[in-house]
């Protein structure tokens, strides 16, 4: 999967006046939260937070988890807030309890896959010059629940719950999956097949029959502001991974107002789009930025869905396959391809190269101020920054390695698999100086490059076979 310019980790390539030049901040395999320059080079780690993801907030504070819940499928125990000297000044646990080896229950929250605190619509803050971040007010967390419901399966269901909570951990608004199955587009043959298969996981004993990956406020919008009430910036969009499906919910009312999937085989606008198989990143780029109210993802490919059974897959479960990536911007009301990336726009040759821009896991793009998508190919480890016009102009691969027996529920071992990451603007980090005139980095020519010690290869010429 992937292509990289060259091997060596690091940043390879970088054309500064052409980037946008900021800090990068992701998760480090087996734990611990990593802000970089330009060149690569670390400004600051954490070792006391681990990310599902990592955020940072526009005052240099990062918000993630202390730890995974051992033996659960992607459950951090709980949601931390830490300053710029790594002290936690904000933790929430309370959702919910679990138990280890007979001992008493302890409070958990089962948070995955995403969460948002209120002040930074999508993780995008518009953040002037001078200005301070003091907000805290609510967060937005996407939780796990087991739960039965003989509607959906028989089997128990590892049921995704989204919830709002106040800075005190009170809990103001919560929504539950299971409880809208009929509202997101299942036919009849995936409905049968999610009731026999739904995407059973044997670390948690349950169908994690969704796999919603991602949940934000849709924020400050264009479409609100035309009268369109779908769009209400307290409204939530979601994306769920096994169901290929992508919703926009109601925060009055909890139904559904906006979808797009799980069939894009219904009218041609939909076939025009293709099929979107098992996405993340799902969200609306926010007001103020290139693309303003346009949903932005990473459509990853690989196998998602439902369906009937194949030879390929005999349950049904899995049932659509690709095997390449896309990053695609989408109008919701038009429901066009306003931008799209995969590696033709990159430059290779259509499905036959479609493995050069290829992650079937994990994986993010983000939008950023000057119109660029930094995108993150994430089974890689790869991060890099296209311009509108899919000029590479920044390129940066994971350096740090899991070793055997520190992998987690999310990062296997012997892997720099990275789950999302952002680049962050130097005003949110007031207490670094930004660097100054970093050079910019040409990569190294494939045909020259040679491992440290190695012989060199000999240049004679080809010879004739008769």
């Known amino acids: ?9 690091g940043v390879c390539l970088y054309k500064p006046e052409k980037c946008y030049n900021g800090y990068t901040l992701y998760a480090c395999p087996g734990g611990g939260a990593v802000v970089i320059d330009m060149h690569g080079n670390e400004c600051r780690r954490f070792e006391n937070i681990t990310g599902f993801p990592l955020k940072m907030l526009p005052n240099g504070h990062i918000m993630g988890s202390s730890a995974e819940i051992p033996n659960h499928l992607q459950d951090m125990a709980d949601l931390i807030e830490i300053d710029w000297d790594g002290n936690i000044v904000w933790k929430y646990d309370a959702f919910t309890t679990w138990t280890a080896n007979g001992q008493k229950p302890v409070p958990a929250l089962r948070q995955h896959h995403d969460f948002q605190r209120e002040g930074t619509p999508n993780d995008y803050c518009p953040l002037k010059d001078g200005e301070v971040f003091e907000k805290r007010g609510k967060t937005l967390i996407l939780c796990h629940e087991n739960v039965e ?11 995704d719950t989204i919830i709002e909570v106040d ?13 809208h199955i009929d509202e997101f587009g299942f036919s009849p043959v995936q409905r049968e097949t999610i009731r026999k298969w739904p995407n ?24 609100y502001d035309q009268g369109d009430e779908r769009f209400h910036p307290e409204n939530i969009l979601f994306g769920s991974r096994e169901g290929c499906v992508m919703c926009i919910i109601s925060h009055e009312t909890g139904r559904v107002v906006w ?32 693309g303003q109210g346009n949903i932005l993802l990473f459509d990853n490919g690989g196998a998602a869905g439902y369906g009937v059974p194949t030879p390929y ?28 990336y995969s590696a033709a726009q990159a430059g290779y040759f259509g499905p036959l190269e479609g493995f050069r821009f ?4 994990v994986s993010s793009a983000q939008r950023l101020p000057n119109g660029n998508t930094l995108i993150t190919e994430g089974v890689d480890g790869r991060i890099f920054e296209v311009t509108r016009d899919f000029e590479l102009v920044w390129e940066f691969t994971n350096p740090i390695f899991n070793g055997k027996g520190n992998g987690s529920a999310f990062q296997p071992p012997y892997m720099n698999m990275l789950y999302r990451s952002y680049r962050i603007p130097y005003p949110w980090i007031p207490q670094l100086e930004p660097p100054k005139d970093l050079p910019p980095i040409t ?17 004679t010429k080809p010879v004739k076979i008769s």
């Open 1 to 9: 999967m992937g292509n990289v310019s060259y091997y060596p980790t």
């Open 149 to 159: 419901n003989p509607k959906i399966s028989d089997k128990m269901l590892l049921d």
């Open 167 to 179: 800075e005190d951990g009170h809990i103001l608004w919560r929504w539950s999956a299971s409880e």
């Open 200 to 223: 059973y996981e044997p670390r948690s004993g349950c169908g994690d029959w969704l796999h919603i990956n991602c949940v934000s406020w849709l924020g400050e919008n264009p479409w």
């Open 259 to 290: 979808r797009l999937g799980p069939d894009f085989s219904e009218n041609e606008t939909l076939k025009a789009i293709g099929w979107i198989i098992g996405q993340h990143h799902v969200h609306m780029i926010p007001k103020g930025f290139p």
């Open 313 to 340: 897959n005999p349950t049904g479960n899995k049932a659509i396959h690709r095997d390449y990536s896309r990053i695609l911007e989408i109008n919701p009301v038009t429901l066009k391809v306003e931008w799209e």
């Open 358 to 361: 290829y992650s079937k896991l």
């Open 443 to 459: 990569p190294l020519a494939n045909s020259d490059f040679r491992v440290p010690g190695s012989p060199a290869l000999s240049r």
